[in-house]
């Protein structure tokens, strides 16, 4: 089996390519992996082959899998109107180019993972959300609507989509709690604002899991459908249209259950917190991402029979 992976050498396409020549050696598929990069001299795996955009732009190479996971993290920086522009080219072109190639390839992949974000919900406070839900207009929904539009036309062109909407990851190799880890070691850690925002989070591992977990469910030909026939727009047969999954652990937390857990684990204490109008001040219309909760939760994984390994945050902060 053949997959290609755009952003496959970040913080969670690194652990997805681990992860499944690991997987796939239990199993009698011969996998080979593939990073789509635009520096040919990228570090890498020995067990992997790198390919630039402009050899996809005449290759013939036929891929069972695309996940297409490229994109500058949304928050890395102050959103500046330069920076807008940035996230999302740094989404679309990928796209684009993977898009093209499937074009004009023979025998099209069986399936596109593309990636997405929580935040295409939008803030919505601590009501619940599920694949199902609606959305709250802001820049983080747009940002992940404009992506998740292009990507979904591969549906035109026979390919089966699915979406993976990706909430906080938790892992301290990166992402946020990376960031967090000195600050709390420091035992300088605290809550945001008033500390009661819903925090949609999945360790790195039940990602993983998670991914793979779809690759496999597609390619057996048991993907994921809605029993609310009114919402089926979101969970109907892929060669009509797009699954969507939300990849967030089943139980969310609030910013302060979040803190205190974090400190219990690292033996440090908590007793400091960030006012919102400060974190407004240092992050501007960013912010958002720090001060409005999400209450995300995994429907569509649940209901395929996806187990999770780490439940809570504490099983996920303890492995």
């Known amino acids: 089996m053949n997959i290609l992976i755009s952003g496959g050498s970040g913080f969670l396409g690194s652990a997805l390519s681990e992860a499944m020549l690991k997987h796939y050696q239990k199993t009698d598929k011969k996998l080979q992996i593939t990073w789509l990069t635009r520096d040919s001299n990228q570090a890498h795996p020995r067990d992997v082959t790198m390919m630039t955009y402009d050899e996809l732009a005449s290759s013939d190479t036929y891929f069972d899998v695309i996940l ?5 993290g949304i928050a ?7 920076r807008k522009e940035q996230l999302l080219a740094s989404r679309m ?24 974000a929580i935040g295409w919900y939008g ?10 839900s609606g959305f709250q207009a802001d820049f983080a929904h747009q940002l992940c609507d404009d992506w998740e539009r292009l990507a979904q036309q591969a549906t ?29 070691k420091l035992g300088i850690g605290g809550q945001l604002g008033d500390g009661q925002q819903i925090m949609s989070w999945i360790s790195r591992d039940d990602w993983v899991a998670a991914v793979i977990f779809i690759i496999d469910q597609h390619l057996n030909g048991s ?16 060669n009509k249209g797009a699954t969507i999954y939300n990849l967030t652990a089943p139980n969310p937390v609030t910013n302060h259950a979040f803190t205190k857990i974090l400190g219990a684990w690292l033996h440090r204490p908590t007793f400091f917190t960030l006012p919102k109008f400060l974190l407004k ?14 209450n995300v939760l995994p429907q569509a994984l649940l209901d395929a029979g996806f187990k999770f390994k780490h439940q809570t945050l504490k099983e996920a902060l303890e492995q």
């Open 76 to 82: 890395d920086a102050r959103w500046s109107d330069d």
């Open 156 to 184: 035109e062109l026979s390919v089966a989509v699915a979406i993976v909407r990706t909430g906080v990851v938790i892992h301290p190799a990166g992402g946020m709690l990376s960031k967090l880890l000195t600050p709390f």
């Open 93 to 116: 072109q990928p796209t684009k180019d993977i898009l093209a190639f499937m074009a004009r390839s023979h025998v099209k992949p069986k399936l596109l993972i593309s990636g997405s």
């Open 68 to 72: 297409n996971l490229a994109g500058a």
């Open 281 to 294: 001040l240092m992050f501007g219309e960013m912010s958002t991402l720090l001060i409005d909760g999400q």
């Open 223 to 238: 993907t994921y459908q809605s029993n609310d026939a009114t919402q089926a727009t979101h969970h109907i047969p892929s």
């Open 123 to 132: 803030s919505q406070g601590d009501k619940p959300l599920t694949e199902n």
